[in-house]
């Protein structure tokens, strides 16, 4: 009698954490984003490349012309951790700062803390 409580506590217990698990499928590819404001041009959860990066490409290193720009995602990958993480693009088709083509973005945090806004 006690084995039987015992086994179905432990199913219904396991049964309570896999429905508990955060479900990020509300993201798809395709879904378009509008990049928000960060204090002091410093997004945490975008992974911009440096200035230096950008200016050996050819580019302008300007984060300003960034904010406000319309993004759409290529891809998503899952982590180790349960996160997600995304390659955008600007749907626009043009260059991030006239010489990268995608940025990789963890997207989760990047919503929470509303560096991409979703339109």
Same mark, same amino acid.
């Given at each position: 009698m006690k084995n039987r409580i015992l086994l179905v506590f432990l199913v219904?217990?396991?049964?309570?954490? *896999?429905?508990?698990?955060n479900s990020n499928s509300n993201i798809s590819i395709g879904d378009v984003f509008v990049i928000g404001e960060a204090s002091n041009n410093s997004y945490k959860h975008i992974d911009f490349p440096s200035a230096n990066f950008i200016i050996k490409k050819g580019g302008i290193a300007n984060y300003k012309n960034v904010k406000g720009k319309k993004v759409e995602v290529v891809s *998503?990958?899952?982590?180790?951790?349960?996160g997600l993480t995304a390659t955008i693009t600007l749907?626009?088709?043009k260059l991030f700062f006239n010489s990268h083509k995608y940025i990789k973005v963890d997207i989760t945090e990047a919503i929470h803390q509303k560096e991409l806004v979703r339109i």
């Open positions: 219904s217990l396991f049964s309570g954490i *896999i429905y508990a698990q *998503i990958k899952e982590k180790k951790d349960g749907a626009s088709k």
